[in-house]
């Protein structure tokens, strides 16, 4: 009678059980008590076992249990939800502004140069398209279609978010008073967009205190547009960094791409200059203020100075100025700069971490007292034997990553008056790994959904796999094609530091 008081079941039918005798055990007393206690085992697991044995009620019961810890608003994470943006109209081709190799608007096909994996270069998004290119939607390597209205990138400066999708960028503002509101929406372009940049803070200059700036790029093209108050967008231009852009982004008002190739590509906000400058082959960088900070593999590191947009008189070149060379000379594969707070006493205290293709991790200050003489050596850590991939100095952390299968090393870092010191010095933390989520589509960024959430990872893999995002795991739920969930990070500096 316990085992058939529900009709049609498998016990109706069947004695022997080759199922988890554990999870049976739950079953075979709601089978006789009619009552479900889910609290110390997986609900998940347990509804696969009565599916199998198609115990309905059991089902129902455990269906509500999942519904309890499930919500369609999220968790206290869930900020906001915008829906997909309308499809909007072709863009009107337009002219490069500078490249060699454009003729009468039309380019012929290239080829993508690898692209080297570092600190802050982000992977490259695949095969995509360039100005002028025939098809208007991408094309998967089998030959079949893609879904254009697939969300590929996101990125936020302040209170507001860029949003890519395959052919068009769609720019976001929140306010307290109104929310979420979309206030931009580009042209739908000719190629696939690879990169976004964003800067939602325009300081004065000659787009006025307003303005609002936002750029996309594919292979080696970049678009500029200007956004005013009322959301209209101006495009300000097209320009060529003649080789594939493998990094887009903001210093102050100055629009920034670059390729490890040893390319950088500066556009100026006062004077409306597209410059290219050739550098020693890039590997990391990072930037500081108004400065651009340059990891190279010969083991320098570089600063330009974009606000002031300094140019030799001799050859029009931007002025490139080492900082630091490393003792070993090995290549700088990872960067980050910390500048302490600002004080009438000791002025900017700059320090700057950096790992190298050895395995190296280093630390160097600037003195405020000692400008004119350099950066001095200050910390050497060999604890890595793989190249280091990233590294990241903060108030009071010190971490790097290496290679290895992404082995990750902590420090505490010690601060007397705001400023690093050996006194007790950097004390080592934590050393640990971090296993990659698969890269299943092949695209970086937040490509692998129609809908980004925050909380919910669906797969890990035990083996090292290209990572998407640095190597912080990425979570993926699929849904309704083109929306975007936002979420509320607490810490700002952490967020702008990973892309967030």
């Given at each position: ?67 309890l ?17 309308v ?45 002028g290119?025939?098809?208007t939607?991408?094309r ?9 209205g ?58 006025g205190?307003?303005?609002?700036m ?32 493998e ?41 500081a ?75 160097i ?16 850590f ?79 893999t ?25 979420c ?13």
């Amino acid at each position: 009678q316990t085992l058939m008081w529900v009709p049609d079941s498998f016990f109706s039918r069947w004695i022997f059980i080759d199922r988890d005798p554990s999870l049976f055990a739950t079953i075979l007393n709601f089978l006789r008590t009619k009552e479900l206690y889910p609290r110390s085992i997986s609900v998940h697991m347990l509804m696969h076992e009565a599916e199998f044995y198609g115990i309905t009620p059991l089902v129902r019961k455990l269906q509500l249990c999942d519904e309890l810890d499930r919500s369609s608003c999220g968790n206290v994470l869930f900020n906001g939800y915008l829906p997909p943006p309308v499809y909007p109209a072709k863009r009107r081709n337009r002219h490069s502004v500078a490249g060699s190799q454009f003729m009468a608007g039309r380019v012929a096909p290239a080829e993508r140069a690898p692209v080297r994996r570092s600190n802050t270069m982000p992977p490259n998004l695949g095969n995509s398209g360039i100005l002028g290119r025939a098809s208007t939607e991408e094309r998967t390597p089998g030959g079949q279609l893609s879904d254009t209205g697939m969300v590929r990138i996101i990125c936020g400066h302040h209170n507001w978010i860029a949003v890519a999708y395959a052919q068009f960028v769609v720019c976001y503002r929140v306010k307290e008073s109104t929310g979420w509101q979309q206030v931009f929406t580009s042209p739908r372009l000719d190629w696939v967009i690879d990169r976004v940049a964003l800067n939602a803070k325009v300081m004065a200059g000659s787009l006025g205190d307003n303005d609002k700036m936002v750029a996309v790029a594919s292979g080696t093209e970049i678009i500029l547009w200007a956004i005013c108050p009322d959301g209209n967008g101006n495009e300000i231009g097209v320009f060529s960094l003649n080789v594939p852009v493998e990094a887009l982004f903001f210093v102050g008002n100055q629009l920034i791409a670059t390729s490890h190739t040893g390319k950088v590509g500066v556009w100026n906000a006062v004077t409306k200059h597209w410059q290219n400058q050739d550098v020693v082959p890039i590997s990391s960088y990072d930037t500081a203020g108004s400065f651009l900070i340059l990891g190279c593999n010969n083991g320098s590191i570089y600063y330009i100075d974009v606000q002031k947009f300094p140019l030799r008189m001799k050859d029009n070149d931007l002025l490139v100025t080492e900082l630091y060379r490393d003792p070993t000379e090995d290549a700088i594969t990872a960067l980050s700069v910390y500048l302490t707070p600002k004080t009438s006493d000791s002025g900017n205290w700059i320090e700057i971490a950096y790992g190298t293709s050895s395995g190296t991790v280093r630390v160097i200050v600037q003195h405020p007292e000692t400008v004119g003489s350099g950066p001095q050596l200050f910390q050497t850590f060999s604890v890595h034997r793989s190249p280091v991939t990233k590294i990241m100095l903060s108030e009071k952390h010190l971490i790097s990553v290496c290679a290895d299968n992404n082995h990750v090393r902590t420090w505490t870092v010690t601060r007397f008056r705001g400023m690093i010191s050996t006194q007790p010095g950097s004390t080592p933390l934590t050393s640990f790994k971090i296993l990659s989520l698969d890269d299943v589509d092949g695209h970086g960024g937040c490509s692998a959904g129609t809908e980004i959430g925050c909380v919910k990872c669906v797969q890990w893999t035990a083996r090292p796999s290209r990572p998407s995002w640095s190597t912080s795991a990425r979570a993926r739920v699929a849904s309704a094609p083109g929306r975007v969930a936002t979420c509320s990070v607490a810490t700002a500096t952490a967020a702008s530091r990973c892309g967030t």
